[in-house]
Protein backbone atom coordinates (compact mmCIF):
# COMPACT_ATOMS: atom_id res chain seq x y z
CA UNK A 1 0.00 0.00 0.00
CA UNK A 2 1.37 3.74 -0.66
CA UNK A 3 1.60 5.77 2.24
CA UNK A 4 1.14 8.86 0.55
CA UNK A 5 -2.36 7.92 -0.20
CA UNK A 6 -3.51 8.23 3.29
CA UNK A 7 -3.25 9.94 6.63
CA UNK A 8 -0.66 9.06 9.42
CA UNK A 9 -3.62 7.82 11.40
CA UNK A 10 -5.04 5.54 8.91
CA UNK A 11 -1.49 4.29 7.87
CA UNK A 12 -1.14 2.83 11.52
CA UNK A 13 -4.17 1.43 12.23
CA UNK A 14 -4.24 -0.35 8.38
CA UNK A 15 -0.52 -2.01 10.36
CA UNK A 16 -2.34 -3.04 12.98
CA UNK A 17 -5.68 -3.90 11.13
CA UNK A 18 -7.88 -1.36 11.51
CA UNK A 19 -10.24 -2.30 14.53
CA UNK A 20 -9.55 -5.56 14.94
CA UNK A 21 -8.25 -7.16 18.23
CA UNK A 22 -4.67 -6.76 19.66
CA UNK A 23 -1.76 -8.93 18.60
CA UNK A 24 -1.35 -11.30 21.44
CA UNK A 25 0.96 -14.21 22.17
CA UNK A 26 -0.99 -17.38 22.59
CA UNK A 27 -0.14 -19.62 25.64
CA UNK A 28 1.66 -22.76 24.66
CA UNK A 29 -0.81 -25.73 26.01
CA UNK A 30 -0.12 -26.49 29.32
CA UNK A 31 1.52 -30.18 29.85
CA UNK A 32 1.88 -32.56 32.87
CA UNK A 33 4.89 -32.88 34.05
CA UNK A 34 6.84 -32.73 37.01
CA UNK A 35 8.62 -29.63 37.95
CA UNK A 36 12.12 -29.66 39.97
CA UNK A 37 12.51 -27.05 43.18
CA UNK A 38 13.88 -24.72 40.91
CA UNK A 39 10.48 -24.17 38.68
CA UNK A 40 12.10 -25.71 35.52
CA UNK A 41 10.84 -27.96 33.48
CA UNK A 42 12.78 -31.48 33.11
CA UNK A 43 13.87 -32.48 29.54
CA UNK A 44 12.59 -35.48 27.49
CA UNK A 45 14.71 -38.91 27.78
CA UNK A 46 17.26 -38.58 25.02
CA UNK A 47 17.34 -41.44 22.30
CA UNK A 48 21.15 -41.52 22.26
CA UNK A 49 21.35 -41.84 18.89
CA UNK A 50 19.81 -38.63 18.47
CA UNK A 51 22.80 -36.90 20.50
CA UNK A 52 24.87 -34.46 18.76
CA UNK A 53 28.16 -35.01 17.37
CA UNK A 54 30.87 -32.91 19.55
CA UNK A 55 31.62 -29.64 18.01
CA UNK A 56 35.46 -29.40 16.84
CA UNK A 57 35.85 -25.86 16.17
CA UNK A 58 35.39 -24.16 19.60
CA UNK A 59 37.18 -20.42 19.06
CA UNK A 60 39.91 -19.38 21.44
CA UNK A 61 41.49 -16.39 21.00
CA UNK A 62 44.29 -15.09 22.54
CA UNK A 63 45.24 -10.89 22.78
CA UNK A 64 49.12 -12.20 23.21
CA UNK A 65 49.27 -14.02 19.89
CA UNK A 66 52.43 -12.32 17.94
CA UNK A 67 50.74 -12.94 14.56
CA UNK A 68 46.63 -11.50 14.39
CA UNK A 69 44.83 -12.55 12.18
CA UNK A 70 42.83 -10.06 9.83
CA UNK A 71 39.60 -9.85 11.45
CA UNK A 72 41.57 -9.22 14.67
CA UNK A 73 43.87 -6.70 12.91
CA UNK A 74 40.90 -4.81 11.73
CA UNK A 75 39.02 -4.67 15.69
CA UNK A 76 42.08 -2.58 16.68
CA UNK A 77 40.31 0.28 14.32
CA UNK A 78 36.75 -1.06 14.36
CA UNK A 79 34.16 1.72 15.87
CA UNK A 80 36.52 4.04 17.76
CA UNK A 81 39.99 4.50 18.18
CA UNK A 82 42.56 2.23 20.16
CA UNK A 83 39.66 0.36 21.82
CA UNK A 84 42.34 -2.84 23.34
CA UNK A 85 43.85 0.09 25.57
CA UNK A 86 41.30 2.10 26.88
CA UNK A 87 40.18 1.68 30.95
CA UNK A 88 36.72 1.23 31.30
CA UNK A 89 36.32 4.24 33.16
CA UNK A 90 37.84 5.96 29.86
CA UNK A 91 35.84 4.16 27.67
CA UNK A 92 32.38 5.33 29.15
CA UNK A 93 33.84 9.32 29.33
CA UNK A 94 34.60 9.24 26.04
CA UNK A 95 30.93 7.44 24.98
CA UNK A 96 29.05 10.44 26.57
CA UNK A 97 31.22 12.23 23.92
CA UNK A 98 29.84 10.22 20.76
CA UNK A 99 26.61 11.90 19.07
CA UNK A 100 24.30 8.69 18.37
CA UNK A 101 23.64 5.91 20.71
CA UNK A 102 23.67 3.68 18.04
CA UNK A 103 27.27 4.27 17.57
CA UNK A 104 28.16 4.11 21.63
CA UNK A 105 26.56 0.58 21.68
CA UNK A 106 28.59 -0.70 18.80
CA UNK A 107 32.10 0.42 20.51
CA UNK A 108 31.07 -0.44 23.50
CA UNK A 109 30.44 -4.14 22.59
CA UNK A 110 33.64 -4.19 20.32
CA UNK A 111 35.65 -3.26 23.49
CA UNK A 112 33.69 -6.11 25.33
CA UNK A 113 34.80 -8.86 22.84
CA UNK A 114 38.21 -7.25 21.75
CA UNK A 115 40.37 -8.66 19.99
CA UNK A 116 37.53 -10.43 18.28
CA UNK A 117 35.97 -8.10 15.03
CA UNK A 118 32.14 -8.07 15.98
CA UNK A 119 30.95 -8.46 12.24
CA UNK A 120 33.04 -11.80 12.26
CA UNK A 121 31.70 -12.64 15.99
CA UNK A 122 28.07 -12.38 14.69
CA UNK A 123 28.77 -14.44 11.56
CA UNK A 124 30.65 -17.02 12.97
CA UNK A 125 29.94 -17.68 17.02
CA UNK A 126 27.07 -16.05 17.68
CA UNK A 127 24.36 -19.05 19.02
CA UNK A 128 26.82 -21.12 17.03
CA UNK A 129 29.36 -21.67 18.93
CA UNK A 130 31.75 -20.66 21.91
CA UNK A 131 34.52 -18.26 21.89
CA UNK A 132 37.18 -18.02 24.79
CA UNK A 133 39.19 -14.48 24.67
CA UNK A 134 42.41 -14.74 26.98
CA UNK A 135 43.88 -11.19 27.36
CA UNK A 136 46.54 -11.92 30.11
CA UNK A 137 45.72 -8.59 31.15
CA UNK A 138 43.81 -8.61 34.45
CA UNK A 139 42.82 -5.06 34.52
CA UNK A 140 40.89 -5.19 31.50
CA UNK A 141 37.53 -4.96 33.09
CA UNK A 142 38.70 -3.63 36.19
CA UNK A 143 35.89 -0.16 37.33
CA UNK A 144 33.02 -3.15 36.09
CA UNK A 145 32.01 -4.66 39.32
CA UNK A 146 34.40 -5.67 42.39
CA UNK A 147 34.09 -7.55 45.59
CA UNK A 148 33.95 -4.34 47.12
CA UNK A 149 31.33 -2.88 45.81
CA UNK A 150 29.76 -6.21 46.47
CA UNK A 151 30.30 -5.37 50.26
CA UNK A 152 28.78 -1.69 49.79
CA UNK A 153 25.72 -2.75 48.41
CA UNK A 154 25.11 -5.26 51.29
CA UNK A 155 26.06 -2.64 53.97
CA UNK A 156 24.12 0.28 51.97
CA UNK A 157 21.21 -0.88 50.29
CA UNK A 158 17.98 -3.39 50.58
CA UNK A 159 19.63 -6.23 49.08
CA UNK A 160 17.11 -9.27 49.96
CA UNK A 161 17.62 -12.95 49.94
CA UNK A 162 15.81 -14.69 46.60
CA UNK A 163 15.14 -11.55 45.39
CA UNK A 164 18.35 -9.57 44.91
CA UNK A 165 20.33 -12.54 46.34
CA UNK A 166 20.66 -16.29 46.26
CA UNK A 167 23.30 -18.46 48.59
CA UNK A 168 24.03 -21.51 46.42
CA UNK A 169 25.88 -24.71 46.78
CA UNK A 170 26.84 -27.71 44.63
CA UNK A 171 28.56 -30.72 46.46
CA UNK A 172 28.38 -34.33 45.88
CA UNK A 173 26.33 -34.00 42.89
CA UNK A 174 23.55 -31.89 45.51
CA UNK A 175 22.59 -28.86 43.78
CA UNK A 176 21.01 -26.16 46.94
CA UNK A 177 19.74 -22.96 47.79
CA UNK A 178 20.11 -21.63 51.55
CA UNK A 179 18.18 -18.36 50.83
CA UNK A 180 17.08 -17.37 54.81
CA UNK A 181 13.69 -14.65 54.33
CA UNK A 182 14.47 -11.42 54.80
CA UNK A 183 17.29 -8.94 53.83
CA UNK A 184 20.51 -10.02 52.92
CA UNK A 185 22.99 -8.30 55.60
CA UNK A 186 26.77 -8.91 55.49
CA UNK A 187 26.68 -10.53 59.20
CA UNK A 188 24.89 -13.39 56.93
CA UNK A 189 25.96 -13.58 53.45
CA UNK A 190 30.00 -13.45 54.48
CA UNK A 191 29.36 -16.33 57.04
CA UNK A 192 27.62 -18.40 54.28
CA UNK A 193 30.51 -17.78 52.33
CA UNK A 194 33.02 -18.59 54.41
CA UNK A 195 31.05 -21.74 54.55
CA UNK A 196 31.87 -22.14 51.07
CA UNK A 197 28.43 -20.72 49.70
CA UNK A 198 28.66 -19.58 46.09
CA UNK A 199 26.66 -15.60 46.20
CA UNK A 200 24.70 -14.78 42.94
CA UNK A 201 23.23 -11.18 42.81
CA UNK A 202 20.74 -11.24 40.72
CA UNK A 203 20.37 -7.94 38.89
CA UNK A 204 22.93 -5.33 39.94
CA UNK A 205 22.13 -2.75 37.74
CA UNK A 206 19.52 -2.04 40.28
CA UNK A 207 22.61 -1.06 42.48
CA UNK A 208 25.32 -0.11 40.58
CA UNK A 209 25.49 2.68 38.61
CA UNK A 210 28.09 1.36 36.16
CA UNK A 211 26.70 -1.90 35.47
CA UNK A 212 23.52 0.35 34.61
CA UNK A 213 25.20 2.39 32.00
CA UNK A 214 26.80 -0.63 30.23
CA UNK A 215 23.54 -2.67 30.12
CA UNK A 216 21.80 0.63 29.21
CA UNK A 217 24.29 1.00 26.03
CA UNK A 218 24.56 -2.26 25.31
CA UNK A 219 20.60 -3.27 24.90
CA UNK A 220 20.55 -0.66 21.80
CA UNK A 221 23.24 -3.23 20.03
CA UNK A 222 20.91 -6.49 20.84
CA UNK A 223 18.01 -4.96 20.33
CA UNK A 224 16.25 -7.22 23.12
CA UNK A 225 17.35 -6.87 26.99
CA UNK A 226 20.34 -6.63 28.20
CA UNK A 227 20.81 -8.46 31.97
CA UNK A 228 23.58 -9.78 34.36
CA UNK A 229 24.26 -11.73 36.75
CA UNK A 230 27.07 -11.20 39.36
CA UNK A 231 28.65 -14.54 41.28
CA UNK A 232 30.96 -14.92 43.32
CA UNK A 233 32.50 -18.19 44.12
CA UNK A 234 34.83 -19.56 47.00
CA UNK A 235 38.17 -21.11 46.27
CA UNK A 236 37.70 -25.02 45.89
CA UNK A 237 34.41 -24.84 45.71
CA UNK A 238 31.02 -25.06 42.76
CA UNK A 239 27.87 -23.25 43.32
CA UNK A 240 25.89 -24.66 40.48
CA UNK A 241 25.04 -27.94 38.79
CA UNK A 242 25.50 -28.37 34.92
CA UNK A 243 22.62 -26.93 33.22
CA UNK A 244 22.37 -25.15 29.98
CA UNK A 245 20.72 -21.17 29.73
CA UNK A 246 17.57 -20.05 27.53
CA UNK A 247 20.13 -16.94 26.97
CA UNK A 248 23.17 -15.98 25.26
CA UNK A 249 26.05 -15.71 28.10
CA UNK A 250 28.46 -13.86 28.48
CA UNK A 251 31.03 -14.28 30.98
CA UNK A 252 33.62 -11.65 32.14
CA UNK A 253 35.80 -13.06 34.76
CA UNK A 254 36.30 -9.86 37.52
CA UNK A 255 38.91 -11.09 39.73
CA UNK A 256 40.89 -14.52 40.63
CA UNK A 257 40.14 -17.34 38.72
CA UNK A 258 37.52 -20.48 37.48
CA UNK A 259 37.66 -23.44 35.63
CA UNK A 260 35.14 -23.96 33.37
CA UNK A 261 34.08 -26.81 31.44
CA UNK A 262 31.32 -26.37 28.63
CA UNK A 263 29.23 -29.37 25.95
CA UNK A 264 27.50 -29.45 23.17
CA UNK A 265 23.41 -29.57 23.03
CA UNK A 266 22.51 -33.34 23.48
CA UNK A 267 20.14 -33.06 20.72
CA UNK A 268 18.86 -30.83 18.15
CA UNK A 269 15.85 -30.33 20.35
CA UNK A 270 18.13 -28.59 22.81
CA UNK A 271 19.94 -26.53 20.16
CA UNK A 272 18.65 -22.72 21.01
CA UNK A 273 16.17 -23.85 23.70
CA UNK A 274 13.21 -21.45 24.43
CA UNK A 275 13.31 -22.34 28.23
CA UNK A 276 16.67 -22.96 30.76
CA UNK A 277 17.28 -26.61 31.54
CA UNK A 278 17.19 -28.74 34.79
CA UNK A 279 20.51 -29.44 36.75
CA UNK A 280 21.86 -32.04 35.22
CA UNK A 281 23.85 -35.33 36.53
CA UNK A 282 27.83 -35.54 35.17
CA UNK A 283 26.44 -38.86 33.42
CA UNK A 284 24.08 -36.86 31.42
CA UNK A 285 26.27 -34.68 29.64
CA UNK A 286 29.00 -36.32 28.36
CA UNK A 287 32.63 -34.85 27.55
CA UNK A 288 33.67 -30.96 27.28
CA UNK A 289 34.50 -29.70 24.35
CA UNK A 290 36.01 -26.74 26.16
CA UNK A 291 37.84 -27.09 29.10
CA UNK A 292 39.73 -23.79 30.25
CA UNK A 293 40.55 -21.80 33.08
CA UNK A 294 39.38 -18.01 33.02
CA UNK A 295 41.88 -16.02 35.02
CA UNK A 296 40.82 -11.43 35.57
CA UNK A 297 40.36 -10.17 31.63
CA UNK A 298 39.01 -12.81 30.01
CA UNK A 299 35.58 -13.43 28.35
CA UNK A 300 34.03 -17.15 27.32
CA UNK A 301 30.80 -16.42 25.54
CA UNK A 302 28.40 -19.39 24.46
CA UNK A 303 25.05 -19.84 22.75
CA UNK A 304 21.87 -20.85 24.67
CA UNK A 305 21.58 -24.21 24.97
CA UNK A 306 25.31 -24.90 25.74
CA UNK A 307 25.95 -27.18 29.32
CA UNK A 308 28.16 -25.28 31.76
CA UNK A 309 29.38 -25.77 34.68
CA UNK A 310 32.03 -23.80 36.37
CA UNK A 311 34.23 -24.41 40.02
CA UNK A 312 36.92 -22.75 41.44
CA UNK A 313 40.50 -23.99 41.75
CA UNK A 314 41.83 -24.22 45.21
CA UNK A 315 44.05 -21.48 45.25
CA UNK A 316 41.57 -18.46 44.31
CA UNK A 317 37.83 -17.35 44.66
CA UNK A 318 36.33 -16.02 41.43
CA UNK A 319 34.05 -13.39 40.86
CA UNK A 320 32.92 -13.21 37.20
CA UNK A 321 29.41 -11.33 35.66
CA UNK A 322 27.41 -13.12 33.69
CA UNK A 323 25.79 -10.66 30.81
CA UNK A 324 22.90 -11.71 29.25
CA UNK A 325 20.55 -11.54 26.25
CA UNK A 326 18.17 -12.39 23.55
CA UNK A 327 15.60 -14.01 25.79
CA UNK A 328 12.75 -15.03 24.07
CA UNK A 329 13.45 -13.23 20.73
CA UNK A 330 13.10 -15.74 18.33
CA UNK A 331 11.45 -15.83 14.88
CA UNK A 332 9.06 -18.39 16.54
CA UNK A 333 8.51 -16.18 19.67
CA UNK A 334 7.43 -13.40 16.60
CA UNK A 335 5.16 -15.82 15.12
CA UNK A 336 3.51 -16.71 18.42
CA UNK A 337 1.89 -13.13 18.33
CA UNK A 338 1.24 -13.08 14.69
CA UNK A 339 -0.46 -15.83 13.74
CA UNK A 340 -3.44 -15.30 16.18
CA UNK A 341 -4.02 -12.27 14.62
CA UNK A 342 -3.59 -13.39 11.09
CA UNK A 343 -6.00 -16.22 11.87
CA UNK A 344 -8.16 -13.92 13.47
CA UNK A 345 -7.97 -11.70 10.02
CA UNK A 346 -8.45 -14.46 7.54
CA UNK A 347 -11.51 -15.42 9.17
CA UNK A 348 -12.87 -12.37 8.49
CA UNK A 349 -12.19 -11.71 5.33
CA UNK A 350 -11.83 -15.20 3.46
CA UNK A 351 -14.90 -17.57 3.64
CA UNK A 352 -12.50 -20.22 3.20
CA UNK A 353 -11.54 -19.72 6.37
CA UNK A 354 -15.68 -19.86 7.88
CA UNK A 355 -16.42 -23.01 5.78
CA UNK A 356 -17.85 -25.90 8.19
CA UNK A 357 -15.43 -28.79 8.82
CA UNK A 358 -16.57 -32.29 6.84
CA UNK A 359 -19.57 -33.65 9.09
CA UNK A 360 -17.67 -37.18 8.95
CA UNK A 361 -13.97 -35.81 10.04
CA UNK A 362 -13.86 -37.07 13.97
CA UNK A 363 -14.56 -40.51 11.82
CA UNK A 364 -11.25 -40.71 10.20
CA UNK A 365 -8.70 -37.68 11.67
CA UNK A 366 -7.26 -37.49 15.13
CA UNK A 367 -4.76 -39.38 16.82
CA UNK A 368 -7.12 -42.31 17.19
CA UNK A 369 -7.24 -42.84 13.16
CA UNK A 370 -3.36 -41.48 12.50
CA UNK A 371 -2.67 -45.38 11.57
CA UNK A 372 -6.13 -45.99 9.04
CA UNK A 373 -4.65 -46.00 5.40
CA UNK A 374 -8.10 -43.13 4.22
CA UNK A 375 -7.86 -41.28 1.28
CA UNK A 376 -9.59 -39.02 3.19
CA UNK A 377 -6.76 -38.00 5.68
CA UNK A 378 -5.08 -37.18 2.93
CA UNK A 379 -7.85 -34.68 1.34
CA UNK A 380 -8.39 -33.55 4.58
CA UNK A 381 -4.42 -32.86 5.39
CA UNK A 382 -4.21 -31.06 1.97
CA UNK A 383 -6.52 -28.83 3.22
CA UNK A 384 -5.49 -27.90 6.16
CA UNK A 385 -1.96 -27.01 4.19
CA UNK A 386 -3.45 -25.06 1.42
CA UNK A 387 -5.43 -22.94 4.20
CA UNK A 388 -2.27 -22.76 6.31
CA UNK A 389 -0.32 -21.26 2.81
CA UNK A 390 -3.25 -18.68 2.38
CA UNK A 391 -2.63 -17.64 5.87
CA UNK A 392 0.46 -15.59 4.98
CA UNK A 393 -1.38 -13.02 3.23
CA UNK A 394 -3.15 -12.23 6.29
CA UNK A 395 -0.64 -11.97 8.77
CA UNK A 396 0.12 -8.35 9.98
CA UNK A 397 3.63 -8.48 10.31
CA UNK A 398 4.16 -4.63 11.30
CA UNK A 399 1.73 -5.13 14.27
CA UNK A 400 3.18 -8.30 15.58
CA UNK A 401 6.92 -6.39 15.36
CA UNK A 402 5.51 -3.71 17.10
CA UNK A 403 3.93 -6.09 20.08
CA UNK A 404 7.61 -7.60 19.87
CA UNK A 405 9.07 -3.81 20.07
CA UNK A 406 6.30 -2.79 23.20
CA UNK A 407 7.68 -6.07 24.97
CA UNK A 408 11.21 -4.50 24.74
CA UNK A 409 10.82 -1.22 25.56
CA UNK A 410 9.29 -2.64 29.46
CA UNK A 411 12.26 -4.87 29.59
CA UNK A 412 14.73 -1.77 28.70
CA UNK A 413 16.16 -0.22 31.74
CA UNK A 414 15.99 3.88 31.78
CA UNK A 415 18.94 5.48 29.80
CA UNK A 416 21.83 6.53 32.28
CA UNK A 417 22.18 10.30 31.05
CA UNK A 418 25.20 12.14 30.99
CA UNK A 419 25.67 15.15 32.93
CA UNK A 420 25.38 17.50 29.74
CA UNK A 421 22.15 15.23 28.84
CA UNK A 422 20.75 15.76 32.50
CA UNK A 423 21.37 20.06 32.20
CA UNK A 424 19.48 19.60 28.88
CA UNK A 425 16.65 18.08 29.96
CA UNK A 426 13.65 18.27 31.87
CA UNK A 427 15.43 16.35 34.29
CA UNK A 428 17.77 19.60 34.72
CA UNK A 429 15.05 22.59 34.90
CA UNK A 430 16.08 25.14 37.21
CA UNK A 431 12.64 24.36 38.73
CA UNK A 432 13.43 24.24 42.53
CA UNK A 433 11.89 25.53 46.42
CA UNK A 434 13.44 28.79 47.68
CA UNK A 435 12.31 31.59 50.22
CA UNK A 436 9.16 29.44 50.94
CA UNK A 437 8.22 30.04 47.47
CA UNK A 438 8.32 27.67 44.25
CA UNK A 439 10.70 29.37 41.99
CA UNK A 440 12.08 29.12 38.07
CA UNK A 441 9.06 26.89 37.28
CA UNK A 442 8.27 28.22 34.01
CA UNK A 443 10.61 26.74 31.20
CA UNK A 444 9.50 27.50 28.03
CA UNK A 445 10.04 25.86 24.26
CA UNK A 446 10.72 28.06 21.41
CA UNK A 447 9.89 28.09 18.15
CA UNK A 448 13.76 27.69 16.91
CA UNK A 449 14.80 25.66 20.29
CA UNK A 450 16.54 22.59 19.10
CA UNK A 451 15.67 19.41 20.00
CA UNK A 452 15.78 15.14 19.85
CA UNK A 453 15.19 11.97 21.39
CA UNK A 454 17.28 10.77 24.38
CA UNK A 455 18.60 7.58 22.65
CA UNK A 456 17.87 5.82 18.98
CA UNK A 457 15.91 3.79 20.65
CA UNK A 458 13.84 5.83 23.51
CA UNK A 459 10.67 6.09 21.89
CA UNK A 460 8.71 4.40 19.52
CA UNK A 461 5.12 4.65 17.86
CA UNK A 462 2.94 1.84 17.54
CA UNK A 463 -0.98 1.21 16.76
CA UNK A 464 -3.46 -0.74 18.13
CA UNK A 465 -6.76 -0.69 16.39
CA UNK A 466 -8.16 2.92 16.53
CA UNK A 467 -5.48 4.03 18.34
CA UNK A 468 -1.85 4.85 17.96
CA UNK A 469 0.14 5.25 20.81
CA UNK A 470 4.39 6.14 21.75
CA UNK A 471 6.09 3.39 23.92
CA UNK A 472 9.04 4.78 25.73
CA UNK A 473 11.89 3.60 28.11
CA UNK A 474 12.41 7.09 29.83
CA UNK A 475 10.40 6.27 33.28
CA UNK A 476 11.48 2.90 33.27
CA UNK A 477 13.02 2.00 36.96
CA UNK A 478 16.29 -0.01 36.82
CA UNK A 479 14.45 -2.97 38.67
CA UNK A 480 12.83 -5.29 36.07
CA UNK A 481 9.32 -4.80 35.73
CA UNK A 482 8.58 -2.65 38.67
CA UNK A 483 6.60 -0.25 36.48
CA UNK A 484 3.62 -0.88 33.84
CA UNK A 485 4.50 -0.24 30.25
CA UNK A 486 5.15 3.42 29.53
CA UNK A 487 3.36 5.18 27.09
CA UNK A 488 0.56 7.69 25.79
CA UNK A 489 -1.76 7.90 23.09
CA UNK A 490 -1.01 10.29 20.92
CA UNK A 491 -3.12 12.88 18.81
CA UNK A 492 -3.75 12.71 14.58
CA UNK A 493 -1.92 15.56 14.61
CA UNK A 494 1.02 14.79 16.18
CA UNK A 495 1.84 11.40 14.69
CA UNK A 496 4.07 12.56 11.63
CA UNK A 497 5.85 15.06 13.27
CA UNK A 498 6.45 12.07 16.23
CA UNK A 499 7.90 10.10 13.41
CA UNK A 500 9.65 12.89 12.09
CA UNK A 501 11.26 13.13 15.25
CA UNK A 502 12.41 9.55 15.88
CA UNK A 503 13.85 9.07 12.17
CA UNK A 504 15.90 12.35 12.74
CA UNK A 505 17.64 11.43 15.50
CA UNK A 506 20.82 12.03 16.14
CA UNK A 507 20.40 15.41 14.29
CA UNK A 508 18.92 17.67 16.36
CA UNK A 509 16.14 19.79 14.63
CA UNK A 510 13.50 22.80 15.31
CA UNK A 511 10.50 23.08 17.28
CA UNK A 512 9.04 24.82 13.86
CA UNK A 513 10.66 22.16 11.69
CA UNK A 514 8.22 19.72 12.85
CA UNK A 515 5.36 18.31 10.51
CA UNK A 516 2.48 19.51 12.17
CA UNK A 517 -0.66 21.74 11.28
CA UNK A 518 0.03 24.57 13.35
CA UNK A 519 2.56 25.97 15.55
CA UNK A 520 0.62 25.32 18.87
CA UNK A 521 0.44 21.39 18.06
CA UNK A 522 3.89 21.62 17.25
CA UNK A 523 4.57 23.28 20.79
CA UNK A 524 2.70 20.84 22.37
CA UNK A 525 3.50 17.85 20.81
CA UNK A 526 7.43 19.03 22.46
CA UNK A 527 6.28 20.01 25.59
CA UNK A 528 5.10 17.11 26.53
CA UNK A 529 8.19 14.76 24.91
CA UNK A 530 10.19 17.26 27.46
CA UNK A 531 7.87 16.64 30.47
CA UNK A 532 8.43 13.00 29.97
CA UNK A 533 12.16 12.92 29.29
CA UNK A 534 12.05 11.63 25.89
CA UNK A 535 13.72 14.37 24.13
CA UNK A 536 16.07 16.91 25.14
CA UNK A 537 17.33 20.25 23.69
CA UNK A 538 20.74 21.29 22.19
CA UNK A 539 21.49 23.84 25.19
CA UNK A 540 19.90 23.70 28.21
CA UNK A 541 16.82 25.88 28.96
CA UNK A 542 16.44 28.85 31.10
CA UNK A 543 14.07 30.44 33.25
CA UNK A 544 11.57 32.96 31.78
Not at 40 to 53: F, G, V
Not at 112 to 140: G, H
Not at 308 to 333: E, K, M, Y
Request: charged share 25%; aromatic share 10%.
Amino acid sequence: MERKHMSALSFYQSLSGGTKPRVQANSPPAKKIKRKENGIQPNKKLNKKNRMKPLKSSKRVSSSDTEKSKAEKDSETHNGEGVNNVSLDALLADLTKVNNSKDRANRLFQWLIYPVQDKSFFRDEWEKKPILIQRQNPDYYKGLFSTAEFDCILRNDDVQFGVNLDVTSYTNGKRETHNPPGRALPYNVWDFYESGCSLRMLNPQAFSSTMWQVLSILQEKFGSMAGANVYLTPAGTQGFAPHYDDIEAFILQLEGKKHWRLYNPRSEDEVLPLVSSPNFSQNEIGQPIMDVVLEAGDLLYFPRGFIHQGDCLPDAHSLHITVSSFQRNSWGDLLLKLMPAALETAMEEDVEFRKGLPLDYLQFMGVQNSEKEDPRRGKFIAHVGGLMKKLVNYAPVDAAVDQKARDFLHDCLPPMLSAEEKASSVYGAPARWGDGVALDVTVQLKNQTQIRLVRAGAARLCGDGDTVSLFYTTENTRVYHKEEPKSFEMKAEHIDAMEFLIHSYPKFISVASLPCETMEAKMSLAELLFEKGVIHTAKPLTAE
